[in-house]
């Protein structure tokens, strides 16, 4: 009894750190550099976070099942060539359109993943493959400029509302609807189940391979609404547009505090994950950190908050 | 065939530490035998195919020109083999390929600054780079972090760094040693480079059949609990193979730094798909103890063979990529043991 009291107070402490961590950062950067804590610039930093959050939120589910998916920059480069072609062609179809090829792209990772029983980073790594050449293909390797015409279908991305970006919104949007996934839904019960442990959950009667489906597709699926939004930011497509993503989106699910061995997070902790990720780059512009060296920063935070949060009793032998 | 009272194990083709079942299921023994081999005929079929459809493949140049673009692929793959081996895999090759390619670029007499230390520089910089595979081992088995986590980041941290040395430009080597190994056939045969390549893969096949390590590799990867409880040193055996890998990856960037004849981050960009997939198609298995150097030896040469059919038949280079990401899934789906796996995550 103790033990469990303990365990749950530790997980309290542990899913506190990243907000503490967050404020922290904030109120660093802001003494540092004043100009920061503005209501414009932290619109801006909120912008800039919600495509990647969104990214982030759909391989949320899949760490949670305990696999991962390294497919997501390609699908989102994918989606970008596939707006960019598609908008002058049939105009606002374009985007349920793309939505819908990212879906099936994820569906096709997670069957394989379950049917063929080859492991999920393994099989992603294959797609992102596929989906890459497809890209490459489609846009003949430029980068497409959507021209006056397909830019007034982006003005639902671009608009400011209320003079709030609105992909704010949108991001809100996804944050909310992922919380009710997680949440209400039996496909957010199963997901924490599986990853908490897989031979008891399909056990216990659930069908282990359609949520692991679900959660592939759909981590696929917000990549190419990513995708789009990126896009509509920069009024083109390119096959290499998300490239740079992978690292940071799933180190804002992993700092957040969803545990990589899976059963443990949420959506709610890759908001707070991709928030600190956001922050730490603007905090590295400010000091005028490399664009490219900051990678190196992303993957030694990847690997401690990796160190950080795994469950070491759930594996015992490590691959 | 006569029956067999010795497991394959000990004498013939690839050491399997799970041998199949003992006794006289001679059935089930040349099947697996057959699987053995299957990426082998592949290979020659593949190659008749191509030829059939091509008969410029068959040529001198060609084939050299195939040796040729193995040799990068062969060097790397070698090295993501014994990791494979155990079970682990590596995702940071083209971080430490990168590092190595730009360290020799900027080291030797080059275009960007002063320096002109020689072969010294190609010493130094393939040293560098097995730090880096030490540093992903010790921090795997140090801090008890999944491979391919710890070589994700250290795949971003490498390329990082490159740029950062680099200050994100590209240096061209002006050195004529270097650019020789790209260059000179001795004999008017096969380039420096592939010789170097068959190099690593005689000292890399010495490891794995003649070593004490070679033996730990697939002790571990058979079953890691097991090796640990008969007193094989599973830790330090990790690092040495992280290390191991590194080197090679360097070596791998010194063979591209000479065949560019410059160094920039992204010399390595699309090395770790196809090295992954040459060394599965060859039918090193990835939940590891099952394949070896040989196999892939085999799956680079499908790779290639594959990679020049496309060119001799005007197929896009794009597609590659995709073919190889149907290849990959392919493999793995045939040769994985799944009796075996309970739980794939």
Request: glycine share 14%.
């Amino acid at each position: 009894m103790t033990a469990t009291k303990s365990l749950r107070a530790g997980g309290r402490v542990q899913a506190a750190i990243p907000i503490v961590l967050l404020i922290g950062l904030v109120i660093l950067i802001g003494v540092l550099q004043p100009s920061f804590l503005t209501a414009d610039t932290l619109l801006v930093v909120m912008a800039d976070t919600a495509t990647l959050f969104i990214l982030a939120a759909g391989i949320t589910f899949v760490v949670m099942l305990g696999g991962i998916d390294l497919s997501i920059q390609a699908v989102a480069s994918l989606s970008s060539v596939l707006v960019a072609i598609w908008l002058g062609r049939i105009g606002y179809w374009a985007f349920p359109a793309t939505l819908l090829v990212g879906f099936i792209t994820g569906a096709f990772s997670g069957v394989v993943h379950v049917r063929l029983r080859i492991p999920s980073f393994i099989v992603t790594l294959a797609t992102s493959g596929l989906v890459a050449a497809a890209a490459l293909l489609l846009s003949q390797e430029r980068s497409i400029t959507i021209g006056e015409a397909g830019r007034a279908y982006l003005s639902w991305i671009t608009g400011r509302p209320f003079g709030v970006p609105s992909v704010i919104f949108i991001g809100a949007l996804v944050a909310c609807a992922g919380i009710w996934l997680q949440c209400y839904t039996p496909f957010g019960r199963y997901s924490a189940a599986i990853g908490a442990g897989e031979a008891a959950t399909w056990a216990s009667g659930v069908k282990v391979n359609r949520q692991k489906v679900i959660a592939y597709s759909l981590s696929a699926g917000l990549a190419a609404l990513a995708g789009i939004l990126l896009t509509g930011r920069l009024s083109s497509g390119s096959p290499t547009l998300a490239n740079e993503l992978l690292l940071p989106a799933i180190a804002a699910v992993v700092v957040g505090g969803t545990s990589i061995t899976g059963g443990a997070g949420g959506i709610g902790r890759t908001v707070i994950g991709a928030l600190i990720i956001s922050v730490v780059r603007v905090g590295m512009t400010f000091v005028g950190v490399d664009i490219f060296a900051q990678q190196i920063v992303f993957g030694a935070v990847l690997i401690l908050a990796v160190a950080i949060t795994i469950d070491r009793t759930k594996i015992l032998i490590v691959k | 065939m006569e029956p067999r009272k010795v497991p394959p194990s000990a004498d013939s083709g690839t050491p399997q530490i799970r041998s199949p079942e003992l006794g006289g299921r001679n059935a089930k023994l040349s099947l697996n035998r057959l699987k053995r081999y299957a990426p082998f005929f592949a290979l020659i079929a593949l190659s008749l195919l191509i030829g059939a459809m091509n008969p410029r493949f068959f040529e001198f140049n060609n084939l050299i020109r195939v040796a040729n673009s193995a040799s990068i692929p062969l060097v790397l793959s070698l090295g993501m083999t014994f990791v494979i081996l155990l079970g682990s895999i590596d995702l940071s090759v083209e971080g430490v390929l990168a590092i190595g390619a730009v360290l020799i670029s900027l080291l030797v007499r080059n275009n960007g600054n002063g320096f002109d230390l020689g072969w010294s520089a190609v010493v130094l910089a393939i040293l560098a780079c097995s730090g880096i595979g030490f540093l992903n081992g010790a921090i795997h088995v140090g801090l008890r972090i999944p491979s391919f986590m710890v070589t994700l980041g250290m795949w971003f941290i490498g390329v990082g760094v490159a740029t950062l040395i680099l200050g994100g430009s590209t240096v061209r080597v002006l050195d004529k040693g270097i650019r020789s190994i790209a260059l000179d056939r001795p004999m008017g045969f096969f380039p420096i480079a592939v010789w170097v390549a068959l190099g690593a893969l005689g000292i890399t096949w010495v490891i794995e059949r003649q070593t004490r390590i070679g033996r730990y590799i697939y002790a571990i990867g058979g079953g890691e609990d097991l090796a640990a409880l008969s007193g094989i040193p599973v830790k330090r055996v990790k690092i040495i193979v992280f290390m191991i890998a590194g080197t090679l990856y360097g070596l791998g960037g010194l063979l591209s730094a000479a065949q560019l004849g410059q160094g920039n981050a992204l010399i390595g960009s699309g090395r770790l798909f196809s090295t992954v997939t040459a060394v599965v198609v060859g039918g090193t298995a990835l939940t590891g103890g099952e394949g070896g150097v040989l196999n892939t030896l085999v799956g680079v040469m499908i790779m290639a063979v594959l990679g020049n059919g496309m060119v001799l038949l005007g197929i896009s280079p794009d597609v590659q990529q995709g073919v190889q990401g149907v290849l990959i899934i392919v493999a793995v789906a045939l040769s994985l043991d799944r009796a075996r796996l309970k739980i794939v995550k």
